[in-house]
C-alpha cells in the first residue's frame, strides 16, 4: 500500500558539476524505476543545478535545512518557500548531525516541521537513539519524546504528508547497520506512536524510511520488514552505481 521511497542525504559533499554528474548518471540507471520514489538531498549551493538536471526526471529534490521563518534578518539562513522556489518538494528535519552538532532541540524541530508542511513542503522527519541510549534502556523513552515533541501540534491531514526517518545514530556513517530484528522493532514501535498521537489509518498510511549505513548488500533484507518502507541513504547514495541498486532492491527475508 505504501510507496517506497529511497532517498539520498549528500550532506556536505560535491561540487555543482559533481551533483549534476551524479544525478544524470542516476537518472539513466533508474530510468526503468516507477513503483519506488527517489529523492536527493544535495547541498544547497547545488540545488538550483541538479533541479536543471532533473527536468524530465522521476527524481524529485529535497533539502537537508530550512529555518522555520519566511523571510527576515536571519543571516545565512534558507527559508522554505524559497527551497520551493528552487524546485524542492521535501526537507530533511531532525537530522542526528544538526541535533548533536549544531544543538537542535525537538521544539525548533517542531517549528521547522510546521514551517515546511505551510509552504507545501514534505517534511522528511528524523529520530533515532544514541548507542548510550540504547545501551541505557532508554530508546523508547527518546523516540517517544522526539515523536510526540517533533509531531506537536499536527492535525491527522498534515501527519500524513509527512516522511519519517529512523536513524540510529549509532549506525550513522559507522559500516554497522541495525540488524532487521531492531529496525523492526523499533519502526513497529514508531508505527504505535503515531497511531498513539492521531489514529490508525494515519499511522498505517505514514511513510517509515530506515536510515544508518544502508548499502546495497543489506537493502534487501531490511525492505523485507513491513514496516520498514524504504531508506534515507547517507555514504551509499554519493555513487551512481551503489545508489541504483538501493533503489532497486529487492525484499527478501535474512
Ligand atoms: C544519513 O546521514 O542519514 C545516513 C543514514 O548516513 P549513512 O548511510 O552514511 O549511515
Not at 144 to 150: A, L, N, T
Not at 220 to 245: H, I, N, P, T, Y
Request: net charge negative.
Amino acid at each position: 500500500m505504501r510507496t517506497p521511497i529511497i532517498a539520498g542525504n549528500w550532506k556536505l559533499h560535491k561540487t555543482v558539476d559533481e551533483a549534476c554528474d551524479l544525478v544524470t548518471a542516476l537518472s539513466a540507471q533508474i530510468a526503468e524505476v516507477s513503483d519506488v520514489e527517489v529523492i536527493v538531498a544535495p547541498v544547497f549551493t547545488s540545488l538550483a543545478g541538479v533541479a536543471a538536471a532533473l527536468k524530465g526526471s522521476k527524481i524529485t529534490l529535497a533539502a537537508q535545512n530550512c529555518f522555520p521563518e519566511p523571510q527576515g534578518a536571519y543571516t545565512g539562513e534558507v527559508s522554505p518557500a524559497l527551497l520551493k522556489d528552487v524546485g524542492c518538494s521535501a526537507v530533511i528535519v531532525g537530522h542526528s548531525e544538526r541535533r548533536q552538532l549544531f544543538g537542535e532541540t525537538d521544539t525548533f524541530i517542531n517549528r521547522k516541521v510546521k514551517a515546511l508542511l505551510e509552504a507545501g513542503l514534505q517534511p522528511i522527519f528524523c529520530i533515532g537513539e544514541t548507542l548510550d541510549e540504547r545501551e541505557g534502556g532508554e530508546m523508547y523513552d527518546v523516540l517517544q519524546r522526539q515523536v510526540h515533541k517533533g509531531l506537536e501540534g499536527l492535525s491527522s491531514e498534515q501527519m500524513q504528508k509527512i516522511v519519517i526517518a529512523y536513524e540510529p545514530v549509532w549506525a550513522i556513517g559507522t559500516g554497522k547497520t541495525a540488524s532487521t530484528e531492531q529496525a523492526a522493532e523499533a519502526h513497529a514501535f514508531i508505527r504505535g506512536l503515531v497511531s498513539g498521537l492521531f489514529d490508525n489509518v494515519t499511522a498505517e498510511a505514514v511513510r517509515i524510511l530506515y536510515g544508518g549505513s544502508v548499502k546495497p548488500d543489506n537493502v534487501d533484507a531490511l525492505m523485507a520488514e513491513a514496516d520498514v518502507d524504504g531508506a534515507l541513504v547517507g555514504g551509499a547514495s554519493l555513487k551512481a552505481d551503489d545508489f541504483a541498486r538501493i533503489v532497486r532492491f529487492k525484499p527478501t527475508k535474512g
